[in-house]
């Protein structure tokens, strides 16, 4: 006889390994719903599966009920202790626990059927018994402890909505602080609207370019040998050039020094074509010094 379909979900998370568990909730609802909500509670978590009983048919969970809960007997004619994997209530332990092998009349005594175990979840139960050593008091030497319990389909709609581990997981993780690094732009002109483009008015001109001014951390000192200018060239009126944008304080008043500010700043285009058509000129004229060249022409 073929058994009814499940209506609830939940999934026990142990150091073994997971358990897939499935509950009858229309045929056996108190059981199925108690396991849920001691799933919700957190009741089964820090517990172990850790004890089996003498005929090696039953492993049992740690928990033991303080109140000697007896849940009463739901019974249906598809749903047995027939086989390995089910999940049902000990009334004379009071705690819960899943079958190791097929169950005989006498075994069902006092116990109450819940759900099953499903999927792979029957090789990680066959684990959690078989990979420790027996006590003679028919505890395992290393149970498996349930970490997390996780409800996926609840059934009862009265069960207060419950967290999935994945949301806690993304509840705990924080966002690392990044290093901002501060640039500073200073407009050369203020005029300019906010496209950064002048009015019709003025001949339409391209914006003005933007010095950049890089605020330097403290302690930092950057040492530079000082620019050399070309022969004939204003050296003062140079360096005014250079010099327009002046460097922000730091938090403790202290200023970033000559050299830094020429080391930082890029030259101006118009000053390298001037440099360099007086470098030009200059070599000329040390060529043709000394020779009549106009001779040659007439």
């Known amino acids: 006889m073929q058994e009814p379909q499940t209506t609830a979900k939940c999934i026990i998370y142990t150091s073994k390994g997971r358990l897939d568990v499935e509950l009858w909730c229309k045929e056996i609802p108190t059981a199925s719903r108690k396991f849920l909500e001691d799933c919700q509670l957190g009741k089964l978590k820090d517990e172990a599966i850790y004890e089996i009983s003498g005929d090696g048919k039953t492993i049992f969970f740690s928990h033991n009920r303080s109140d000697n809960l007896s849940l009463p007997t739901e019974t249906n004619d598809r749903i047995k202790f027939n086989r390995n994997g089910i999940l049902g209530w000990d009334n004379n332990t009071n705690r819960w626990f899943m079958t190791l092998k097929e169950y005989t009349t006498q075994d069902t005594d006092n116990k109450v059927i819940a759900g099953k175990i499903v999927d792979g979840s029957f090789y990680t139960l066959k684990a959690i018994a078989d990979s420790s050593e027996v006590r003679p008091d028919g505890l395992l030497l290393y149970p498996a402890h349930v970490k997390e319990t996780e409800i996926t389909i609840p059934y009862f709609k009265d069960l207060p909505q419950v967290k999935t581990i994945q949301s806690k997981i993304l509840e ?41 001014c890089i605020k330097m951390p403290k302690g930092i000192k950057v040492q530079v040998e000082p620019t050399v200018y070309p022969a004939g060239t204003d050296s003062d009126a140079s360096r005014a050039q250079h010099l327009d944008c002046l460097e922000e304080t730091d938090d403790q008043g202290e200023e970033i ?42």
């Not at 990044?178 to 300019?192: C, G, I």
């Not at 609207?193 to 003025?202: A, F, I, P």
């Not at 101006?268 to 106009?294: C, P, S, Y």
Request: charged share 50%; glycine share 4%.
């Open 172 to 212: 705990e993780i924080r966002p690392k602080k990044l290093t901002k690094v501060r640039l500073l732009y200073e407009d050369e002109d203020e005029d300019d609207n906010e496209d950064g483009y002048k009015d019709e008015d003025e001949n339409n001109e391209l914006p003005s370019r933007k010095r950049m």
């Open 257 to 298: 020094t000559e050299a830094a500010q020429k080391y930082l700043f890029q030259q101006d285009e118009k000053a390298n074509r001037e440099r360099k058509t007086l470098i030009m000129l200059d070599i000329f004229k040390k060529n043709v010094k000394g020779k009549n060249i106009l001779k040659k022409g007439i």
